[in-house]
């Protein structure tokens, strides 16, 4: 099993950053797709972006294009997710999840972190 640690979590203001990372615990196609999904109170998980092993592919909620970029570094291991111009309605809790594929990474049966909180202040 893959394990994945997620970092970057925290306090922002309306219309500011935060930056979250998370670190896979080994290199493996297990770890094709890589993504992020967050939940809020009283609501269901959603979909935030998702990227592919080479760094070019990748998928965002609606909401959040223009706004969040997600990237990998050069050893495929990590998935950032910059959050520029956070609104209160960001405010979830953040997971990180991967898979061999989109679609295994979408149906929410790849690996899963334990979350991160994050909160954005009106």
């Known amino acids: 099993q893959v394990r994945l640690a997620e970092f970057g979590g925290g306090l922002a203001e309306a219309g500011g950053s935060l930056r979250l990372s998370c670190l896979a615990s080994?290199?493996?196609?297990?770890?094709?797709?890589m993504g992020w999904f967050r939940q809020a109170p009283g609501k269901e998980r959603e979909f935030v972006a998702n990227?592919?092993?080479?760094?070019?592919?990748?998928n965002y909620l609606d909401s959040v294009k223009g706004r969040f970029t997600i990237s990998r570094d050069m050893y495929k291991t990590t998935v950032s997710l910059q959050m520029n111009s956070l609104r209160p309605e960001d405010t979830a809790i953040y997971y990180c999840?991967?898979?061999?594929?989109?679609?295994?990474?979408?149906?929410?049966?790849?690996?899963w972190g334990q979350g991160t909180q994050v909160t954005v202040s009106s």
């Open positions: 080994e290199r493996t196609s297990n770890i094709a797709a």
């Open positions: 990227i592919m092993w080479d760094g070019a592919t990748t």
């Open positions: 999840s991967a898979a061999p594929d989109i679609v295994t990474l979408s149906s929410g049966r790849g690996s």
